[in-house]
């Protein structure tokens, strides 16, 4: 992990997540399956931390993964906060551990 001082006047405007996303992930049961996951959507939340206290008393043990849901021109963009997924895609940065 890299640190660095920021100055909070190059933001040019902040946004409250439109809701939550949490990927719960069931590992495979044989060696033909796959992972397979349990999607969730959050709304009308207080914080990132009610989600992320939810997210760990729903879980089961189960890995997750905690996203923040924006809506920009009409299409879904998430932003991973918590979590790794199991089953990267090409899209996706190097998962790293919450």
Known sequence: MKSARVDPRDVWFEVDPAAFRVYFWNPPTSSRAGWLSDEWR???TRD???VLAWANETSSGRLFVLYAEQLEKGHVT???LAGEDPVP???S???SKA
């Open 42 to 44: 959050l709304d009308e």
């Open 48 to 50: 990132v931390a009610e």
């Open 78 to 80: 998430l932003v991973r």
């Open 89 to 91: 895609t090409k899209s």
């Open 93 to 95: 940065t190097t998962p």
